[in-house]
């Protein structure tokens, strides 16, 4: 049954991703941006992922898709022409990469059992945390001092945004 559902979403996640690069209209192509998403969080909630599921949810199809929306509606973008010089390059690689995929599934490499050994480690542990207070514990432990320098730095760079965007409210210097 978890096979079925994961080539669901590994199939509707694929088709979406090319519909991303196809469509000609960007908000068409954000929407299938969007059920991507969904789909790869999905995947994560059948690998019992669930904080990693509300984080893709939350960050990607929340935040992300509406920046891009926002800077598409911003821009005013209109339907792309398309160059034909692209089109061998993008069908050489993408038959590369089916191939690769194909090859993968003959000799047997996809790891089919890693989830079900990752539950069975962490159902023997003595500790009966989930995931999210697994996460939660590394984080502010371990990973304190990472995690409080990326906040600074993403501080820092919305600090930068708002002064590039607001320039001639700061006083923008002619020279």
Not at 3 to 28: D, E, H, K, Q
Not at 131 to 138: A, F, P, S, Y
Request: no cysteine; glycine share 6%; charged share 10%.
């Amino acid at each position: 049954m978890a096979t079925a559902f994961f080539f669901y979403f590994s199939g509707i996640i694929v088709l979406t991703s090319m519909l991303v690069v196809v469509l000609r209209n960007p908000v068409y192509s954000a929407l299938s941006l969007l059920i991507m998403f969904f789909h790869v969080a999905g995947l994560y909630v059948t690998l019992h992922a669930e904080f990693v599921a509300a984080v893709q949810i939350i960050v990607y199809a929340g935040a992300i898709l509406v920046l891009y929306l926002f800077v598409v509606m911003l821009l005013n973008v209109k339907q792309e022409e398309r160059y034909h010089a692209q089109l061998p390059i993008a069908a050489l690689l993408g038959v590369t990469i089916l191939t690769e995929v194909v090859l993968l599934m003959i000799q047997g490499h996809v790891a089919s059992g890693a989830p079900e050994t990752a539950i069975a480690a962490a159902s023997r542990s003595d500790q009966p945390l989930g995931n999210t207070e697994q996460i939660g514990d590394v984080l502010y432990t371990t990973y304190v001092f990472p995690f409080e320098v990326a906040s600074l730095i993403l501080l820092v760079a919305m600090i930068g945004a708002i002064l590039l965007a607001k320039r001639d409210l700061f006083g923008d210097v002619q020279r």
